[in-house]
C-alpha cells in the first residue's frame, strides 16, 4: 500500500445536517458509518433497479439483501459489535429519500431541488458514468453544485482501470490518475485536504475482473464564495 496525504482535515470533523450520496447503487455500505455523523441521508441512483433495491431494504421488505453481515464488521471495526441491528434501524431511519440522479446533467436531481448539503459522497460513480475525461470533470461540477460552501466531499474510486466485470457482464471504465483526479476535483472549485492511494497488488490488477492499479480516497471542502 502507497498513501499520499495532505494536510488538512480528519474526517472526524466530516458532520453535519445533510449527507448526499451520489450513486448509491443498491448499496448501503458506504453509508453504514455515516449515518452517526449526519442528521439525514439522501440517497440516489441513476438506474430504476438499484433504487428499488435501496427502497426494499429501507422498508425491510421480504427479498431485501441482508446487510447484517457487513454491518456487523463495520460496528466491529467502530468498536461496538454489539449494535449491529440498532445500526441497522438508525440507518433505516436516517435515510429520509431514494431519488434519480444523473451527473451528467447541470442540475443532476432535477426536477427535484433540494437545499445544499453538507456533505457529498460518491463511490466509484463518475468513472463509470462518463465516457471521457471532459464529461468527468463536467460531472464534477455539476454534483458539487448540490454542496454548500465550506462543504464537504467526500471520493473513492479506481485509478488505471478501463473495464470492470460483474459476473458474466464486463462494463467499460474511464481510466484515471492522481492527477487528473485532483484536477477535476479543484477545477470544480473545492480544495482537496486529504488524498490517500492504496495500491493493488500487480497480480490482481492484472485480472479478469479489473485492470485498476489502485483505490483512492479523497476528501475535499468546497470554496468558500463571497
Excluded at 2 to 26: F, M
Excluded at 143 to 166: A, E, K, N, P, Q
Excluded at 193 to 199: G, V
Amino acid at each position: 500500500m502507497s498513501r499520499n496525504q495532505d494536510d488538512g482535515l480528519n474526517t472526524s470533523n466530516v458532520s453535519g445536517r445533510t449527507l448526499i450520496d451520489i450513486g448509491s447503487g443498491p448499496s448501503i455500505l458506504q453509508l453504514i458509518s455515516a449515518c452517526e455523523a449526519f442528521e439525514e441521508i439522501i440517497a440516489t441512483d441513476f438506474t430504476d433497479a438499484n433504487r428499488h433495491e435501496l427502497e426494499k431494504w429501507l422498508k425491510n421488505e421480504p427479498g431485501a439483501f441482508d446487510w447484517s453481515p457487513v454491518v456487523k464488521t463495520v460496528c466491529e471495526l467502530e468498536g461496538d459489535r454489539e449494535k449491529c441491528f440498532e445500526k441497522e434501524e438508525k440507518l433505516r431511519k436516517k435515510v429520509s429519500r431514494v431519488l434519480k440522479c444523473d451527473v451528467t446533467q447541470n442540475r443532476p436531481l432535477d426536477p427535484i431541488v433540494l437545499p445544499a448539503a453538507d456533505c457529498l459522497i460518491t463511490s466509484l460513480c463518475l468513472e463509470t458514468a462518463c465516457k471521457d475525461y471532459e464529461a468527468y470533470c463536467a460531472a464534477m461540477k455539476n454534483i458539487t453544485s448540490l454542496l454548500r460552501s465550506g462543504g464537504h466531499l467526500v471520493i473513492v474510486g479506481v485509478l488505471g482501470d478501463t473495464f470492470y466485470t460483474v459476473g458474466d457482464q464486463t462494463f467499460s471504465c474511464l481510466e484515471l490518475d492522481e492527477e487528473s483526479v485532483r484536477k477535476a476535483v479543484v477545477g470544480a472549485g473545492c480544495t482537496i485536504t486529504r488524498m490517500e492511494i492504496f495500491a493493488i497488488p500487480e497480480d490482481e490488477h492484472q485480472s479478469a475482473l479489473t485492470d485498476s492499479y489502485a483505490n483512492f480516497f479523497l476528501l475535499a471542502s468546497k470554496e468558500t464564495t463571497i
